[in-house]
């Protein structure tokens, strides 16, 4: 199968190309990269003028529900969800039902995406057995097993030598540990951001501090035992900061925020709006303003999506009880282009977040287009705005904030391993 994606503005965050050109697909892999059409013929030509071609969105954190929680979503739908989003790689956390804490759950879920397909799936492996926070996880056996990191998810250690002796085995496998960096006692429960919007609604507060402290602690093993620490979902101000501090330091840590923090903030949970109920919560406009500009400066590298369906029950009791996560894959593009709408990254910026970041968090041969590379690339409209509308949702999980809002432009085709996987119009 070979392909030819013509006349298209070519965004390689790899190798820094911006500018017209034309993108050879040949047996599932780029063939060319060039200002000038190739020699030769293809048996698919996609036209796009007037569109943006960049490698495929690598999801840093989706959650597809399934093994545990096949109710909520499953791996076919929100595989659909992925494609139509411009997603062609996506990676599971380990708090799946049972957790990925050993080579059989790992084997599993491969299965049961291998029988969907159409998606790269990687996954994190627990850090701790079930996710406990006592005693480590076989890690050495999930990463010979497949696992590209590994995670204790939101759950928190029994103490601080469960962390660092975990930091010393990862450091020795070569494995990046992900960190949600939430202090569990500081955090007691929470579910809105500690200030003037939480007091007024009566809501549990999740202080500032509760990440701050986590992202201390964990820096401070970073510095004694070297190992790589990727801190994700990031919520606030100091938060960047800090990572940013890290990074001129030299030390191996990176971090990612979900697109929605870039947008949302405490005042959107007016009314006891559920659809924003998230953690780490949403935050203050000045943290939202600090997180952009951490994605601009680069020191968050990566955005992802935080995708976390629900059904529709889980949604509906007072505030506090409701399950917090927004359905995210099929905003993340729409939300990026609306950053470089609103001047605060660049096109290739974009790029560079979305997949080539993302990709060098997990250490996978992924997000660029250079020439030999795994076809994976996503056309997307910059410039066609759209209205998100229920009835045109894909994912089962349908509670998102942004339902009505207006969008400006979203994926048009969808490659993945150089096949046409996603074609705007088509049905699903």
Same mark, same amino acid.
């Given at each position: 199968?070979?392909?030819?994606?013509?006349?298209?503005?070519?965004?390689?965050?790899?190798?820094?190309?911006?500018?017209?050109?034309?993108?050879?697909?040949?047996?599932?892999?780029?063939?060319?990269?060039?200002?000038?059409?190739?020699?030769?013929?293809?048996?698919?030509?996609?036209?796009?003028?007037?569109?943006?071609?960049?490698?495929?969105?690598?999801?840093?954190?989706?959650?597809?529900?399934?093994?545990?929680?096949?109710?909520?979503?499953?791996?076919?739908?929100?595989?659909?969800?992925?494609?139509?989003?411009?997603?062609?790689?996506?990676?599971?956390?380990?708090?799946?039902?049972?957790?990925?804490?050993?080579?059989?759950?790992?084997?599993?879920? /491969?299965?049961?995406?291998?029988?969907?397909?159409?998606? #790269?799936?990687?996954?994190?492996?627990?850090?701790?057995?079930?996710?406990?926070?006592?005693?480590?996880?076989?890690?050495?056996?999930?990463?010979?097993? +497949?696992?590209?990191?590994?995670?204790?998810?939101?759950?928190?250690? /029994? #103490?601080?030598?469960?962390?660092? /002796?975990?930091?010393?085995?990862?450091?020795?496998?070569?494995? *990046?540990?992900?960190?949600?960096?939430?202090?569990?006692?500081?955090?007691?429960?929470?579910?809105?951001?500690?200030?003037?919007?939480? @007091?007024?609604?009566?809501?549990?507060?999740?202080?500032?501090?509760?990440?701050?402290?986590?992202?201390?602690?964990?820096?401070?093993?970073?510095? #004694?035992?070297?190992?790589?620490?990727?801190?994700?979902?990031?919520?606030?101000?100091?938060?960047?900061?800090?990572?940013?501090?890290?990074?001129?330091? +030299?030390?191996?840590?990176?971090?990612?925020?979900?697109?929605?923090?870039?947008?949302?903030?405490?005042? #959107?949970?007016?009314?006891?709006?559920?659809?924003?109920?998230?953690?780490?919560?949403?935050?203050?406009?000045?943290?939202?303003?600090?997180?952009?500009?951490?994605?601009?400066?680069?020191?968050?590298?990566?955005?992802?999506?935080?995708?976390?369906?629900?059904?529709?029950?889980?949604?509906?009791?007072?505030?506090?009880? *409701?399950?917090?996560?927004?359905?995210?894959?099929?905003?993340?593009?729409?939300?990026?282009?609306?950053?470089?709408?609103?001047?605060?990254?660049?096109?290739?910026?974009?790029?560079?977040?979305?997949?080539?970041?993302?990709?060098?968090?997990?250490?996978?041969?992924?997000?660029?287009? *250079?020439?030999?590379?795994?076809?994976?690339?996503?056309?997307?409209?910059?410039? /066609?705005?759209?209205?998100?509308?229920?009835?045109?949702?894909?994912?089962?999980?349908?509670? @998102?904030?942004?339902?009505?809002?207006?969008?400006?432009?979203?994926?048009?085709?969808?490659?993945?391993?150089?096949?046409?996987?996603?074609?705007?119009?088509?049905?699903?």
């Amino acid at each position: 199968m070979s392909l030819l994606i013509a006349n298209g503005r070519v965004l390689d965050p790899a190798s820094g190309f911006d500018g017209e050109g034309f993108v050879a697909v040949r047996s599932g892999r780029i063939e060319s990269v060039d200002a000038n059409r190739p020699a030769g013929t293809f048996d698919e030509v996609l036209d796009a003028r007037g569109q943006w071609v960049m490698p495929g969105v690598v999801d840093l954190a989706a959650r597809f529900r399934e093994p545990g929680a096949s109710h909520k979503a499953t791996f076919k739908s929100e595989t659909r969800a992925a494609q139509a989003a411009g997603i062609t790689a996506i990676t599971i956390p380990p708090d799946t039902q049972p957790p990925i804490a050993t080579p059989a759950v790992v084997d599993r879920i /491969r299965g049961i995406a291998d029988r969907t397909g159409g998606l #790269d799936v990687y996954l994190l492996g627990a850090l701790t057995q079930n996710l406990a926070g006592e005693s480590l996880a076989e890690m050495s056996a999930l990463r010979q097993s +497949g696992c590209v990191g590994v995670s204790n998810a939101a759950a928190g250690l /029994r #103490d601080s030598l469960v962390g660092r /002796r975990a930091l010393d085995y990862a450091q020795g496998l070569g494995l *990046t540990v992900h960190v949600f960096a939430q202090n569990p006692a500081l955090a007691n429960r929470g579910c809105a951001h500690e200030g003037p919007v939480a @007091t007024r609604l009566g809501l549990a507060p999740i202080p500032v501090a509760a990440e701050v402290s986590a992202i201390r602690f964990w820096i401070s093993l970073v510095e #004694d035992t070297g190992a790589a620490v990727h801190f994700g979902r990031l919520s606030t101000a100091r938060g960047v900061e800090m990572v940013g501090s890290a990074q001129r330091l +030299g030390l191996p840590v990176t971090a990612d925020v979900a697109a929605h923090q870039l947008f949302l903030t405490a005042d #959107d949970l007016a009314g006891f709006n559920a659809m924003c109920h998230v953690l780490p919560p949403l935050r203050s406009a000045e943290d939202r303003d600090a997180l952009r500009a951490g994605v601009r400066q680069g020191i968050v590298g990566a955005v992802c999506s935080d995708h976390q369906p629900h059904e529709a029950d889980a949604k509906i009791n007072p505030f506090p009880l *409701t399950e917090p996560g927004i359905s995210g894959l099929e905003t993340l593009l729409p939300l990026m282009l609306q950053m470089v709408e609103d001047g605060v990254i660049g096109p290739i910026q974009m790029a560079e977040r979305l997949a080539l970041g993302p990709a060098r968090v997990l250490g996978i041969a992924a997000g660029s287009l *250079t020439p030999g590379a795994r076809a994976n690339v996503v056309v997307l409209d910059p410039a /066609r705005p759209f209205d998100l509308r229920r009835e045109d949702w894909i994912s089962a999980g349908r509670n @998102t904030p942004f339902l009505g809002r207006r969008m400006p432009g979203r994926a048009r085709f969808t490659l993945h391993a150089g096949e046409v996987v996603y074609r705007s119009g088509d049905s699903h």
